[in-house]
């Protein structure tokens, strides 16, 4: 069995979903995890759910003087996960500019600066979350998908850049996380209803499915460079 026991481990998006459930899994195979988001009180809810002796941090990737103090007094991680995004949606011609680069400065430059200043060990590994829409593209989330296909072009650099850190994505599909919870319960069990019909597996993702490849990419030695399809099928259907 993998073990990462007396390994330090950052999860930065660790408070909810896809980001909770991978800590959470990485912290049963005795890693030293720490959780970082922005939101001081789902942290703590996180913390407790995972339990063990998971640290936590206050951390905004948005902040570039926060994110290299933080890296700064940290000192060296053995892996370091990001999932942390917040991303509007919307066809081109609709979505504000504003939220577009807010969108960008979210998801691929918050990855892009955990990157340039993290400290990972050598023989460590840095691993991403980007989405299935950078291969299936959508008429009404155009910008979603082009982020998710940077995050993995950037992916392929830094596994030649970072070299020994091991550096890949998780790139999952329809996943019932807490993103879906400001929809109507009605209208979010008919989406989930309706995409379970139609994906291969027959179901929607659970954060679960999303930490076991991230616990696979983390543990897997000769893994880089590489991007990891966990949608169900979503890709193909």
Same mark, same amino acid.
């Given at each position: 069995?993998?073990?990462? /026991?007396? /390994?330090?481990?950052?999860?930065?998006?660790?408070? *909810?979903?896809?980001? $909770?459930?991978?800590?959470?899994?990485?912290?049963?195979?005795?890693?030293?995890?720490?959780? =970082?988001?922005?939101?001081?009180?789902?942290? %703590?809810?996180?913390? +407790?759910?995972? &339990?063990?002796?998971?640290?936590?941090?206050?951390?905004?990737?948005?902040?570039?003087?926060?994110?290299?103090?933080?890296?700064?007094?940290? &000192?060296?991680?053995?892996?370091?996960?990001?999932?942390?995004?917040?991303?509007? *949606?919307?066809?081109?011609?609709?979505?504000?500019?504003?939220?577009?680069?807010?969108?960008?400065? *979210?998801?691929?430059?918050? =990855?892009?600066?955990? +990157?340039? +200043?993290? /400290?990972?060990?050598?023989?460590?590994?840095?691993?991403?979350?980007?989405?299935?829409?950078?291969?299936?593209?959508?008429?009404?989330?155009?910008?979603?998908?082009?982020?998710?296909?940077?995050?993995?072009?950037?992916?392929?650099?830094? =596994?030649?850049?970072?070299? !020994?850190?091991?550096?890949?994505?998780?790139?999952?599909?329809?996943?019932?996380?807490?993103?879906?919870?400001?929809?109507?319960? %009605?209208?979010?069990?008919?989406?989930? +209803?309706?995409?379970? %019909?139609?994906?291969?597996?027959?179901?929607?993702?659970? !954060? %679960?499915?999303?930490?076991?490849?991230?616990?696979?990419?983390?543990?897997?030695?000769? =893994?880089?460079?590489?991007?990891?399809?966990?949608?169900?099928?979503? $890709?193909?259907?």
């Amino acid at each position: 069995m993998n073990t990462l /026991q007396g /390994q330090k481990v950052l999860v930065v998006g660790g408070s *909810s979903g896809i980001g $909770a459930a991978a800590a959470k899994s990485l912290a049963a195979l005795g890693a030293e995890v720490t959780i =970082a988001s922005r939101n001081a009180g789902k942290l %703590e809810e996180a913390a +407790a759910h995972i &339990g063990g002796a998971v640290r936590t941090a206050i951390l905004d990737t948005s902040d570039d003087a926060a994110l290299e103090a933080f890296f700064a007094a940290q &000192g060296s991680f053995d892996h370091v996960v990001v999932s942390a995004a917040q991303t509007a *949606s919307g066809p081109v011609k609709q979505l504000p500019l504003v939220d577009a680069y807010a969108a960008m400065n *979210s998801k691929f430059w918050g =990855a892009y600066r955990v +990157a340039r +200043a993290a /400290q990972i060990n050598e023989g460590g590994s840095l691993t991403l979350v980007s989405g299935f829409l950078s291969v299936r593209p959508s008429k009404t989330s155009v910008l979603q998908g082009a982020i998710n296909a940077a995050l993995e072009a950037l992916v392929r650099g830094l =596994a030649l850049e970072l070299s !020994p850190v091991r550096v890949n994505a998780v790139s999952p599909g329809l996943v019932a996380t807490p993103l879906w919870a400001g929809m109507n319960e %009605e209208k979010r069990s008919a989406m989930f +209803a309706g995409a379970a %019909e139609r994906l291969p597996a027959r179901r929607v993702g659970q !954060p %679960e499915d999303l930490a076991n490849a991230i616990v696979y990419l983390v543990t897997t030695p000769f =893994a880089t460079g590489s991007t990891v399809l966990v949608d169900g099928g979503g $890709a193909i259907a």
